[in-house]
């Protein structure tokens, strides 16, 4: 009931009147059934804009960190996301893609619409990153659509570390379904995934225009976080006088 009272009374209309957001293709989001909806990853703000837009309720998978924060604004974003039904999915350790998949299965065999972002965590730089594979186990298990969406001018409304967005043109562009019935049975086999993955990353490229980097989001940050350190190091400031 929360989920439906933010996008129709709380939050949506807001979100509708503070960006504007111009909508592309929303007709190809299925009006029934079990689907996933994968998309690029490129502001805090996604997680409310496409809800805000799609007639259908859409459960995401949403960070742990989410929902563990410390003080009253960790308390009151673990509200927010919980209310709203979205799942949290501890991305540590070796058992966390099996546990996020296991999740979205539950919510694709309730025939609900699925959301994922297959970038794994939001572009620290705009570019596209390579995709994680979950999303295709999803999809050849579940035996369901895969709906791509780019979102575009969100990482210049509200980029990471930004709280306060700005207002700036915003458009949700949904892609035709992709349908992977062809690889049934084949959700073991890592080349398939391999396969299935890149198809649907493809597809939010073509939609997005973004530069694609073929290597894992995590994996750049980290790299940019090291660069930065070693900067710092060789070239510590000096003290003002």
């Known amino acids: 009931m929360f989920y439906y009272l933010l996008k129709y009374v709380l939050l949506g209309p807001l979100l509708r009147l503070t960006f504007r957001p111009r909508i592309e293709g929303l007709e190809r989001v299925p009006s029934s059934g079990a689907a996933i909806v994968a998309g690029n990853h490129l ?8 809800p805000a837009v799609l007639k259908r309720r859409i459960t995401f998978l949403a960070k742990a960190e989410y929902f563990t924060g410390p003080g009253l604004k960790g308390r009151l974003t673990a509200f927010f996301f919980r209310s709203a039904g979205q799942i949290p999915v501890d991305r540590s350790g070796k058992e966390a ?3 996020a998949i296991r999740e979205g ?5 309730k025939g609900e619409l699925l959301g994922i972002y297959p970038e794994g965590t939001r572009s620290h730089d705009g570019r596209l990153y390579k995709g994680k594979v979950g999303v295709a186990v ?7 659509p895969v709906v791509p969406c780019a979102m575009i001018g969100t990482f210049e409304a509200q980029p ?46 073509t939609l997005s225009g973004q530069e694609y980097v073929d290597q894992y989001a995590a994996a750049a940050k980290a790299g940019e976080a090291d660069r930065r350190a070693e900067e710092k190091r060789r070239f510590p400031r000096l003290p003002r006088n």
């Open 43 to 50: 502001s805090f703000s996604d997680h409310f804009l496409m």
């Open 97 to 99: 893609g099996q546990a």
């Open 105 to 109: 299965l539950g919510v694709l065999s």
């Open 138 to 144: 999803m999809a050849l298990r579940a035996g369901v």
């Open 160 to 205: 990471p570390g930004k709280v306060i967005p700005r207002i700036h043109p915003v458009v949700i562009r949904f892609g035709e379904p992709l349908d992977f019935s062809r690889y049934e049975g084949m959700e073991n086999e890592k080349a398939v995934l391999r396969a299935v993955t890149d198809e649907i990353m493809y597809a939010i490229l």
